[in-house]
Nanobody, 124 residues
Framework: VQLQAFGGGLVQAGGSLRLSCLAS????????MGWFRQAPGKERAFVTA???????DYADSVKGRFTISRDNAKATVYLHMNSLKPEDTGVYYC???????????????????WGQGTKVTVSS
């Protein structure tokens, strides 16, 4: 199983980015997917998640600014980030969790697989 996250970069505050996470080696449509981020010197924190049935959940800090979506045909989950703030800076990781099990999307220990991360830097 491989999760490849990409799309990060340097952007000014107020700008937008779209992250992608391409999955391989698994039946993507069977998996819940999530995005976490890790700021320098901090623990990995929940950003958003989408179930296999496309129900979404967001951290309060990104509600109204970020949107998660998935394309099962492309085995890809997306994170659309608008109105970016300097506090959104960090390495963004995508994770996958098989459906049919108890799942707390905001708990990083609840994920079966992780990608390598893509760095997002928001300048003020």
């Amino acid at each position: 199983v491989q999760l490849q996250a990409f799309g990060g970069g340097l952007v000014q505050a107020g700008g937008s980015l779209r992250l992608s996470c391409l999955a391989s080696g698994l039946t993507f449509s069977w998996y819940h997917m999530g995005w976490f981020r890790q700021a320098p010197g901090k623990e990995r924190a929940f950003v958003t998640a989408i179930t296999w049935g496309s129900t979404t959940d967001y951290a309060d800090s990104v509600k109204g600014r970020f949107t998660i979506s998935r394309d099962n045909a492309k085995a890809t989950v997306y994170l659309h980030m608008n109105s970016l703030k300097p506090e959104d800076t960090g390495v963004y990781y995508c994770g996958a969790r098989i459906r049919g099990t108890d799942w707390n999307p905001s708990d990083s220990s609840n994920y079966d697989f992780w990608g390598q991360g893509t760095k997002v830097t928001v300048s003020s």
